[in-house]
């Protein structure tokens, strides 16, 4: 009898302060539309909330494989193709109803179910992509020091760098050879495989680095993991570690300059809290909004009145650059080949514009929440909170879409009763971006769309399920809905 009063005092504690810390945010909207929204979670039927359990579940499932934007792109199509999708080779797969698949160069991608209306006349596109900050291996990466071998790195993307210190981290990516082969490269995700160390200093000698502040309690240069400790009987630590690796994958040392190596958490996704209303896992900016696309467009029944488009896209996080990235012309050219398919021989360039003037755009990509340790970093009135629905995000400086848009979208959201609110940076303290502003140059219409998370480009980021659930259904019904 005591175990269950304790069990129930706890639970009760906690709804208390979770109720307290709602009452805290919203005490000045009470009485308005904002103050009375309530929690996504309160709005789910008992049919829906192991529809919420069981999406979380496959979600989780393809974060612990998808831990780099390849890693993403392989999932994907893998998932794809049990679902149908084929890959386009031909003008001829250019039909209503056809489901496809369109790779670049493994690390980008695009979707694509053909409409029953021309392209043309209007298509309906999710953008979102696929890359995470993490660390990379320069190109002569390995080096002695202080009776060890370290890697040399270099990382990618906005991080915290004392966030990724005495933190296990797997190596993955891919190594080509000279010699034409390509070498997979997975270490440290399994049971019993070795994992890499970035070490810090201990509190007994670290007097010397007590006046670092904040973000520069690591430089950039000092992001080196442990990678071997043992000395051989005539050869150093680094001698005998780059040997290892060499003969473990087959190459020579001089292949490292033509690999793409990465180091990102080794941890696993699993639920947060008594109540599991969280999932907790590296890459979810912005893994989160690829495998919303990817699973909204996999799922699709039939035919759709305008062609749906998910383009996962690379690289947002350093600008989207390459030509992997949302600011190539990857996405144009797959438009001009779909279109110049249906067309023929009549094909112009102003059938592509035409197509992406009448096209209209989804640009997900996560965003910041309200974070209940340091409110004070948003303006709360229009920070988005977790498990509040999904987030309109709003820039102003003419990055928002024209208000009739913004309308047209909220209809959809509400004619079909998905929770929404709002995210805008507090003024002169935050920002970001998503790929939106590529696709906007090229006089699509678009949106920006978010999940908010906690602990935002930390190795280990906070999603709501029932935020990331009601994602997936914000983008399968704006690819279906005219």
């Known amino acids: 009898m005591k175990s269950r009063y304790v069990r129930f005092s706890v639970f009760a504690l906690l709804v208390a302060l979770g109720a307290g810390f709602s009452a805290g945010l919203s005490a000045q909207d009470e009485g308005d539309a904002w103050g ?30 998808a831990r780099s934007a390849m890693g993403s792109t392989h999932e994907v199509i893998r998932r794809a193709r049990a679902a149908g999708f084929a890959e386009f080779s031909k003008p001829d797969q250019v039909k209503p109803g056809a489901r496809l698949i369109i790779s670049n160069r493994d690390r980008s991608l695009i979707l694509a179910v053909i409409g029953s209306d ?24 390995i080096y ?30 891919r190594i ?20 890499f160390v970035i070490p810090d200093d201990a509190p007994h000698s670290d007097v010397d680095l007590r006046t670092r502040t904040y973000t520069n309690v690591l430089q950039g240069e000092e992001l080196d993991p442990v990678m071997g400790s043992m000395p051989g009987e005539k050869e150093s630590v680094a001698v005998e570690v780059t040997q290892l690796l060499t003969s473990t994958y087959k190459i020579k040392e001089e292949d490292l300059v033509s690999a793409e190596l990465s180091l990102v958490p080794a941890t696993h996704p699993a639920d947060v809290g008594f109540d599991r209303g969280l999932i907790g896992s590296y890459g979810q900016d912005d893994r ?15 035919t759709p009145k305008f062609t749906a488009v998910a383009y996962l896209s ?46 209209q755009v989804i640009s997900a990509d996560a965003t910041d929440s309200l974070n209940p340790i340091f409110p004070s970093s948003s303006e709360p009135t229009n920070a988005a909170r977790l498990g509040y629905g999904v987030a309109i995000k709003l820039y102003g400086e003419g990055f928002d879409p024209p208000s009739e848009f913004t309308a047209r979208i909220r209809a959809l959201l509400d004619r079909n ?17 998503t790929i939106g502003g590529f696709m906007s140059r090229e006089d699509m219409e678009v949106i920006d769309f978010g999940v908010p998370l906690l602990s935002m480009h930390s190795p280990y980021e906070m ?14 019904v704006f690819f279906t809905q005219p």
């Open 463 to 476: 999603s709501s399920k029932v935020d990331v659930w009601n994602f997936y259904r914000t983008m399968s």
């Open 118 to 141: 021309p392209i043309v006349d209007g298509s309906r596109v999710v953008g979102t992509h696929q890359d995470s900050p993490h660390i990379e291996l320069k190109p002569r990466p």
């Open 288 to 302: 989160v909004s690829s495998y919303c696309a990817a699973r909204a467009i996999i799922d699709m029944k039939g």
């Open 417 to 433: 009763g998905i929770p929404w609110q709002t995210h805008m940076y507090k003024v002169d303290v935050g920002g970001g971006g």
């Open 314 to 359: 690379n690289f947002e996080e350093v600008g989207s650059v390459n030509n992997t990235g949302a600011g190539s012309q990857f996405l144009n050219s797959t438009f001009a080949r779909l279109i110049g398919a249906e067309r023929g021989p009549g094909y112009n360039d102003l059938d592509l514009r035409r197509a992406l003037h009448n096209s």
């Open 36 to 65: 009375k929204k309530k929690s996504s979670w309160l709005l789910l039927t008992p049919a829906e909330r192991p529809q919420v359990q069981d999406f979380a579940e496959s979600y989780k499932d393809y974060l612990n494989i």
């Open 144 to 173: 002695p020091a202080g009776g060890f071998a370290l890697f040399k790195t270099k990382y990618y993307g906005g991080i915290k760098k004392y966030q990724w210190s005495n933190l296990p981290l797997a190596l993955i990516g």
């Open 176 to 195: 080509d050879t000279s010699d034409g082969r390509t070498v997979e490269v997975s270490l440290g995700l399994n049971p019993g495989e070795p994992v």
